[in-house]
């Protein structure tokens, strides 16, 4: 399934411009909610979506942990460069040890061709999120002065 980032429609896969304003379709990320990704982890929600794919909040089927899961866009996969840059980014972030960051678990290719990038879930804020909230304090206490 995807979408149209300008007017939030949805369309088939075989569709590539939106055929109202015409922008290029993109994968719908919130359609993998629900789903069981290669077999191990129940799809909960999209925690956000960025040029490197959609990251998921998902949990172990087996074990019950809570996981975050980067998935890299279908449209990516006959890519060597894009495949390249996810697999050092997921070698990178395995090899960084720091109390501030996530720990990747693995590195996987599904069943059907779906890549993705198993990672420590962390409950909490987003940075964007503090980072409004911190302006918008910051906004207040300069309308107070």
Known sequence: MKYCSVCNEKFDDTVSFCPKDGEVLEEDPSSLIGSVLDGQYQIEGVLGKGGMGAVYRARH?????????????????????????????????????????VTVYDLRTSGDGTIYLVMEYVEGNTLRRRGSRARSNHERAQCRA
């Not at 899961?69 to 395995?94: D, S």
């Open 61 to 101: 089927i087996l074990l019950g942990d809570r996981v975050a899961i980067k998935v890299l866009p279908p449209e990516m996969r006959g890519n060597t460069e894009w495949l390249r840059r996810f697999q050092r980014e997921g070698q990178a972030a395995r090899r960084f040890r720091h109390a501030n960051a």
